[in-house]
């Protein structure tokens, strides 16, 4: 079967570091996807990890553990704006996105 | 980068009517669109996915003739709600991919539905 699993929600301070971790199983895979949703909006697209190891893009890194079936999100000098929920998702063998449930980050002063 | 529209963003309909939602790309041609549902603090739901020219692909539990697709183009897509329920009121949201790379996919704004 298929699954992916991502914490609830979190709790950081402004200009922190926080990570968020995914676990995914499936039988097929194409590449893990991170998506920023703020609330009464759509998805926005933050990463794709196809290839072990981390990516960096300014604040925000993602990295693949394909033998682990483990993703995380690093999100640096957090700041009010990055408080949203944050989706994990992978591309199965039929190149659909399996979705995670999200994890609301909660960012305080 | 390539823009995904949707309109309306936001109705509010009655029990019984139908409501249609279209989701446009603007600025690509998008071989293939998406249709989700989201309730509040859930995740996306894939809807159906659809081709342009061909009928709609949907998932499992998705009733075809409620939720009517139509890829009439390469550029639009329409999801119709007919005779709606108050537990159809979702936030819905499509999503197009231009070509064959699948880890390509833009996604709308959104449109909320309240069905009174």
């Known amino acids: 079967g298929q699954n992916i699993d991502q914490p609830t929600e979190m709790t950081a301070t402004e200009g922190a570091i926080v990570q968020i971790n995914c676990t995914y199983q499936?039988?097929?895979?194409?590449?893990l996807f991170w998506y920023q949703q703020h609330a009464g909006e759509a998805p926005t697209f933050l990463s794709y990890?196809?290839l072990d190891g981390l990516e960096e893009k300014g604040r925000f890194s993602s990295f693949l553990s394909r033998s682990k079936g483990y993703s995380y999100l690093l999100l640096k000098e957090l700041q009010m704006k990055d408080s949203a929920s944050y989706l994990c998702?992978?591309?199965?063998?039929?190149?659909?996105?399996?979705w995670g449930a999200g994890t609301k980050l909660i960012i305080k002063p | 980068g390539a823009v995904v529209s949707q309109h309306p963003s936001r109705v509010i309909c009655k029990s019984g009517t139908s409501v249609k939602i279209e989701c446009r790309s603007l600025?690509?041609?998008?071989?293939?669109m998406f249709w989700y549902r989201q309730f509040p603090k859930q995740s996306l739901m894939l809807m159906a996915t659809?081709?342009?020219?061909?009928?709609?692909?949907?998932e499992q539990g998705v009733e075809k003739d409620k939720f009517l697709i139509n890829h009439a183009s390469l550029t639009l897509s329409t999801l119709t709600v007919t005779s709606a329920h108050p537990e159809d009121s979702s936030f819905y949201i499509c999503?197009?991919?231009?070509?064959?790379?699948?880890?390509?996919?833009?996604f709308g704004p959104g449109t909320r539905l309240t069905v009174t």
């Open positions: 659809s081709n342009e020219g061909s009928k709609a692909t949907y």
């Open positions: 998702a992978f591309l199965d063998s039929n190149y659909q996105l399996i």
């Open positions: 999503s197009a991919r231009p070509g064959l790379d699948f880890s390509e996919q833009y």
């Open positions: 499936t039988s097929g895979f194409n590449g």
């Open positions: 600025d690509f041609q998008a071989t293939t």
């Open positions: 990890n196809v």
